[in-house]
């Protein structure tokens, strides 16, 4: 098994802002501009999002800091916390241990242990995602909020904000749609309608849908099948699936023992299987025809995050103990198009990830969350307690197997909170980071010939890039 | 129902008299009557049609999620009718008993007074016999919808295959099975949308898939012209609209259906049709012509008075409700337009003879001619509300178009420029799908 030895890091005093065939480039941080290396982001949107952008955030508790404490009968004050926070509210002012138990989870803290992104309820930056089509991107912040950025300067950056939108958990935007975006947050999932050609800044919620189930929340991963039909939720405290059919507000349920929630659901890319992870030890594999699954269990902890190869055969996990990132190969009923016959019958250890401290840069420790980029070819990787991003080279010849490529700093005081891919980049794959400052970096993994290829030929050539990547990585 | 506790209770005493009624027994028994035949108005009349689960699983699986929800509705459900029940017993029980005593010679008895449990009584036997109802329905809609795989050829004559059954209005089950099954096919099976993207033997013919796209032309054009005509339908002196199909649109005659049309571009605007018509002998013709004008002038008075005096009103059908006969199917255009679409996209790989490409055209401006829907000022939000399922039924519809449209135009948009497209249908697709 390989481990982290093998990556390097940027001088001292750079950060990393591009790899380019194969080579990463560091720079300064004084003087840093990815475009002296690469044009292919240069009309991405620079974002920065200070703390000072952010709108304050009501808790609603705002009115009790005016008022003292006074003595009242207990009788009154029972009615008083009845009104105010219901029957759990005057049970707990009577015995306030037995309580604890029923009540069902406190969110932020639950969802903060849960959530993919590192450091949830502190930083800024709270999700990102990128259209699956155009070159716009989808930034939930701590403020509850939700900004979509398009490369266009002149173009106004519409706010989504609701009252009811509290705890953003995840955000998803709707496949063969140009306009559709599912956010995902503490009570339920709203999906909102976002007009690019209206020039409204803040849309307003008469045109989203509100999708809610009272046993459902917190709402913590959502994903969308690649038809943009179906809508899968799951939520931290309810072991119950729901699959949506948006517009009619109709659920089926997907449901099995074994734990007492769910953390994460992923589509794979071809719409075949769909990976749901609960909170306890089993993680399943469904098929979407039948909606069977296959059930897979760690040994110790819970899986903390997985992502699909673009071909929906091999599914990477990682748990949130051990610094081990695994791999399975899952099987694929459907008969004609099949290169494997059955699924691997256990996990295979890729990548030994064990913190280590490479230059005086500490690296590794458990994942807090992993991505692929779309062509499968990559795989980022955020730790739980480093704040560097690594990034792999996934390798499928002879076997599967991980190859470390680069690491991704950034500043000095920053920290990594959450990892995305742009979903439709010509010349290769980009990574896209929010980083605890609020600042959202892009780094492009650039091949040049793919680059020119797709320059002069709109429609990018995959068998010439498939060709190309394999004999790369493999010299 | 009501039995066992008439039975424990048959013989009260009554003061050395042989027969008087327990009322109790009584008031369960009618009550029984009376939930029968509240669930049959409210329910059984009311809600007719199937529903479709979001995703298929197992029976057990679906059965075991939701006896317990089904349990506990019967029981909130039951409260009405038992409310209502103890407010009519209330009233006129005492009537009842009294006529009930003369029919059939019962004595009065006057001291035996109803338990306070038997409301409980009542409301338990109300909600079980919900409970049942509802079983009932559950798996008679669990049977009905569970997906069927249709043949794809004529094994025999009589036996039914996807193609036709799409257009199979008289069994509604039947054409929402095929659909769904066409849906499914078309993004799961790779070996039977094969099956429409061949040529049959002997003739080399694509049979299979222009039997196919004709009949989904065909539904959809239906379901346009209904929505067309609901929304014109106010003005009754307005002509019939016939539903914008742009003259470029190919829809060809069924005979010519097998004739590939290889260069796709619109008809030559060199050539002129010519349209050849028998002009009528002069001596015969004058008549009829004022027979058919007279008959039309009959035919606007009769539709004014029928409007004047609101029998259009009470017996004619509703502009409204065509359009709510029209969501109600509304879960069919959505399998039918995704499927389709789909499986258009899937030809881009898989269809080696090009057998799709002649019919593109007409499926995207059949597919965008269903934006009708977004016009009906009855389905406004302000009109329907949130709740409403027309309203939800309108924005699945919709929304399934736009997707299918989007794939299409995704799949297809190196080739987009040399569809013969109305300007109409290519105004639109640009509101749908900006690259």
């Not at chain 1, 009242?72 to 306030?96: A, D, I, M, W």
């Not at chain 1, 800024?124 to 699956?132: A, D, L």
């Not at chain 1, 609960?278 to 979407?288: E, I, Y």
């Not at chain 2, 924005?395 to 299409?408: C, E």
């Amino acid at each position: 098994m390989r481990c982290l030895t093998d990556f390097e890091v940027p001088n001292d005093g750079e950060i990393s802002l591009c790899e380019i065939n194969g080579r990463m480039h560091a720079m300064n941080y004084n003087y840093a501009n990815v475009n002296a290396f690469t044009n292919t982001v240069e009309n991405y949107p620079k974002i920065h999002i200070t703390r000072n952008l952010l709108h304050p955030v009501s808790s609603g508790d705002e009115g009790r800091a005016l008022f003292l404490p006074v003595n009242v009968s207990f009788l009154k004050q029972l009615t008083q916390v009845y009104y105010e926070q219901g029957l759990v509210g005057v049970t707990h002012r009577f015995h306030p241990q037995s309580v604890d138990r029923f009540e069902r989870y406190s969110s932020p803290s639950l969802i903060n242990e849960v959530s993919q992104a590192r450091n949830w309820s502190c930083d800024t930056i709270r999700c990102i995602t990128w259209h699956p089509y155009v070159p716009k991107l989808a930034v939930a912040t701590c403020d509850d909020n939700v900004r979509i950025f398009s490369g266009d300067d002149n173009s106004i950056t519409p706010l989504l904000r609701t009252k009811q939108q509290r705890n953003i958990t995840c955000i998803a935007w709707r496949p063969l749609s140009n306009t559709e975006l599912a956010v995902g947050h503490e009570n339920g999932i709203i999906v909102w309608n976002v007009d690019p050609n209206s020039s409204v800044a803040r849309p307003s919620i008469s045109n989203a849908m509100i999708l809610q189930r009272i046993e459902h929340r917190p709402v913590v991963s959502i994903a969308w099948s690649p038809k943009g039909d179906k809508l899968i939720s799951v939520a931290a405290c309810d072991n119950t699936i729901l699959v949506w059919d948006v517009e009619l507000d109709k659920t089926s349920s997907l449901k099995r023992p074994g734990g007492s929630g769910n953390i994460l659901v992923k589509w794979s890319p071809t719409g075949e299987k769909l990976f749901t992870c609960t909170n306890g030890l089993t993680f399943r594999v469904w098929d979407c025809r039948t909606w069977e699954n296959e059930r897979w269990s760690v040994l110790d902890g819970r899986v903390q995050s997985a992502c699909w190869s673009n071909c929906g055969t091999t599914l990477l996990f990682a748990t949130n103990i051990e610094p081990i990132i695994y791999g399975v190969i899952v099987k694929n009923d459907l008969i004609f198009s099949s290169d494997v016959e059955t699924s691997s019958t256990q996990a295979i250890p890729l990548f030994d990830a064990t913190k280590i401290d490479i230059d005086g840069v500490l690296v590794g420790g458990p994942v807090q969350c992993m991505e692929s980029d779309p062509k499968g070819k990559h795989l980022a990787v955020l730790f739980q307690d480093t704040s560097c991003v690594a990034v792999f080279n996934i390798v499928r010849e002879p076997g599967l197997q991980l190859i470390a490529s680069s690491l991704v700093t950034g500043l000095p005081e920053e920290k990594s909170s959450t990892i995305s891919f742009v979903q439709k980049f010509d010349a290769g794959a980009c990574l896209t980071i929010g980083w605890s400052s609020g600042r959202i970096q892009y780094y492009p993994i650039v091949y040049t010939d793919l680059a020119s290829n797709s320059d002069s030929n709109q429609t990018s050539n995959t068998s010439l890039y498939s060709s190309f990547s394999v004999s790369s990585f493999n010299k | 129902m009501a039995l066992p506790v008439a039975g424990r209770r048959s013989v009260p005493e009554c003061d050395g008299q042989n027969y008087c009624l327990n009322e109790g027994a009584f008031f369960l028994i009618i009550s029984g009557f009376w939930t029968g035949l509240y669930y049959f108005l409210k329910v059984y009349i009311s809600e007719k049609h199937l529903t479709f689960p979001v995703i298929y699983q197992r029976k057990v699986l679906q059965l075991k999620a939701r006896i317990l929800p089904l349990l506990k509705e019967s029981f909130a459900l039951s409260l009405w009718p038992t409310f209502y029940f103890t407010i009519l017993y209330w009233c006129w029980g005492g009537d009842l008993t009294y006529n009930f005593n003369r029919t059939f010679g019962i004595l009065e008895n006057a001291k035996e007074s109803m338990p306070s449990l038997i409301y409980l009584h009542l409301w338990m036997f109300g909600a079980i016999y919900y409970f049942n109802m509802s079983l009932m329905r559950f798996f008679f809609n669990l049977f009905l919808t569970e997906p069927v795989e249709f043949p794809l050829f004529k094994e025999t004559p009589e036996s039914l295959c996807l193609q036709e059954s799409i257009t199979l209005q008289d069994l509604p089950i039947v054409q929402s099975l095929a659909c769904l099954d066409l849906h499914s096919l078309a993004q799961w099976s790779k070996s039977r949308r094969q099956a429409f993207f061949s040529l049959s033997q002997p003739g080399g013919h694509p049979h299979n898939w222009n039997s196919l796209i004709e009949n989904v032309l065909k539904l959809l054009n239906e379901y346009t012209e209904v929505l067309n005509k609901s929304v014109e339908s106010p003005e009754l002196s307005k002509p019939v609209q016939v539903p914008a199909v742009p003259p470029c649109a190919i829809r060809p005659p069924d005979r010519f259906r097998n004739l590939r049309n290889m260069c796709l571009t619109p008809p030559d605007p060199g050539t002129i049709d010519v349209e050849i018509s028998h002009s009528p002998l002069p001596g015969f013709g004058l008549p009829s012509v004022l027979a058919e004008k007279l008959k039309q002038k009959f035919q606007a008075v009769l539709n004014v008075i029928k409007m004047l005096l609101g029998i259009n009103f009470l017996f004619g059908e509703l502009p409204q409700a065509s359009v709510q006969k029209c969501l109600a199917n509304g879960h069919i255009i959505v399998w039918i337009s995704q499927g389709v679409s789909v499986l258009a996209c899937a030809s881009i790989a898989e269809d080696r003879y090009g057998i799709v490409q002649k019919d593109l055209p007409g499926i995207i401006t059949t597919l965008q001619g269903l934006d009708r829907l977004n016009k009906m000022p009855a389905l406004a939000r302000k009109m329907a509300g949130y709740d409403d399922f027309n309203y939800r039924m309108k924005g699945a519809v919709t929304s399934a178009v736009k997707r299918s449209l989007f794939n299409l135009c995704m799949t297809f948009s190196a080739y987009m420029k040399e569809f013969p497209l109305g300007k109409d249908v290519v105004l639109y697709l640009q509101t749908v799908y900006k690259a």
